[in-house]
């Protein structure tokens, strides 16, 4: 079966940093692009990242520009979100998707495989 967990969300102060991980079976990382959504309450889901181990493109929208990092470790199949300099405006349910081919077409309708969802909060 196919599928993805993510992990790694928690409490953090404003300026501190978090590195979230999605874990794929099922599959392989160069068979699917992995995206990294987030939805804060009353706010739409929204892609944050994205990363095609197949071409390795990767993807950012400008929001996130320069704070966040996303890699993939093909040995273990997972992918990791490096998030520096996090802000309140930053707490959502962090998801991690696998989409429905190796392409970076970060919007929900393009995802296969939803993970179920990590927490982060960002707060003093």
């Known amino acids: 079966q196919l599928h993805v967990v993510e992990s790694g969300g928690g409490l953090v102060q404003p300026g501190g940093s978090l590195r979230l991980s999605c874990a794929a079976s099922g599959f392989s990382l160069d068979q699917y692009a992995i995206a990294w959504f987030r939805q804060a309450p009353g706010k739409e889901r929204e892609g944050v990242s994205c990363?095609?181990?197949?071409?390795?493109?990767?993807y950012y929208p400008d929001f996130v520009k320069g704070r966040f990092t996303i890699s993939g470790d093909n040995g273990k199949n997972t992918v990791y979100l490096q998030m520096n300099s996090l802000n309140p405006e930053d707490t959502a349910v962090y998801y991690c998707?696998?989409?429905?081919?190796?392409?970076?077409?970060?919007?929900?309708?393009?995802?296969?495989?939803w993970g179920q969802g990590t927490q982060v909060t960002v707060s003093s």
């Open positions: 998707a696998a989409l429905r081919s190796f392409l970076c077409i970060v919007t929900p309708n393009q995802v296969g495989y």
């Open positions: 990363i095609s181990s197949r071409t390795g493109f990767t």
